[in-house]
């Protein structure tokens, strides 16, 4: 949103009040006025002009328009009796809103004119002024250009509690601290209320299925001891009588290297009697 000025003089300095003014703001379009307004669709460089002409004498002037991205956005909104809506200018340039809008349901507040925002700066509008009070729940605002063309719209949506309010920092929004003409706190949770309770992710739902698990298993142990699993139980009894089984193999083997050995002299005996 571009305000452009014209003064014209005669060949004595004098102001010229018959003159008609033409501006040519180098994006196709032109208007007609001494002091109008304008509003770039895109970000550029364009080259504007002035003519002013005043019966048989006319004069021209040029001029470089830079035409920035819209670098100011709705950066915190509060709801309820002590409504406010806060704007935030992230470029290094001051930025005039004059004729700009905010329009919330079928209510509608403009920017009086030198209305600015001054370079990474916070402008807060509380309901006293704007006359609008934000519901609680669900809401949508708009941010509007002076022409009607939107700049910025802002969803909410949640209850939120005492101290708190829908934050936003140019790309997410979340519930945080009131921080009206401020920096935004860091958020509680992605446009989640206080009031609602955050869902567990994935890894601790995982975690939480594990311990269950886990828990299950202790059980099933327990009741294996007390003879309740029959599944349980023979595993268990298997794991004793293996540990019986590996004594009692010990001791055949024993044996049978005393048998062994007994056969082993009782042969050598005979083979010297013969």
């Known amino acids: 949103n571009v305000e452009f000025r014209g003064q014209a003089f005669g ?57 920035l991205p819209n670098q100011v956005f709705i ?35 403009i920017f009086p004119q030198s209305t600015a925002i001054r370079p990474n700066a916070y402008l807060a509008i509380p309901s006293s002024i704007s006359g609008m009070v934000f519901n609680s729940g669900k809401g949508i605002i708009e941010f509007l250009y002076s022409g009607g063309f939107k700049a910025d719209v802002f969803n ?31 958020g509680v949770s992605n446009f989640l209320s206080a009031d609602k309770n955050p869902q567990p992710n ?20 327990a009741r294996q001891g007390d003879g309740i699993n029959a599944d349980a139980g023979v595993g268990a009894i298997n794991l004793t009588s293996s540990k019986g089984s590996s004594k009692t193999y010990f001791i055949i083997v024993i044996l049978a290297v005393i048998i062994f050995g007994a056969a082993a002299i009782l042969f050598i005996r005979r083979q010297r009697g013969v």
Request: proline fraction near 2%; charged fraction near 30%; glycine fraction near 10%.
């Open 11 to 67: 060949l004595k300095d004098e102001p010229l009040d018959n003159a008609r003014y033409l501006w040519i703001f180098g994006d196709g379009a032109s208007k007609d006025g001494k002091n109008i307004t304008h509003i770039y669709q895109y970000p550029g460089e364009y080259i504007a002009a002035l003519n002013v002409s005043s019966g048989e004498y006319s004069a021209s002037d040029y001029m470089l328009v830079k035409a």
């Open 75 to 109: 950066s915190e909104i509060k709801t309820g009796a002590d409504s406010f809506i806060e704007f935030e200018n992230k470029s290094k340039q001051e930025i005039d809103i004059s004729g700009c809008q905010i329009k919330y349901n079928n209510q509608t507040f």
């Open 156 to 186: 909410y949506d949640g209850i939120l509690k005492d101290g708190q309010s829908f934050n936003r920092d140019g790309k997410s929004s979340f519930v945080g601290a009131l921080t009206p003409g401020g920096k935004n706190s860091s």
């Open 202 to 221: 994935a890894k601790e739902q995982k975690t939480e299925a594990q311990k269950a698990d886990s828990e299950k298993l202790s059980k099933e142990g």
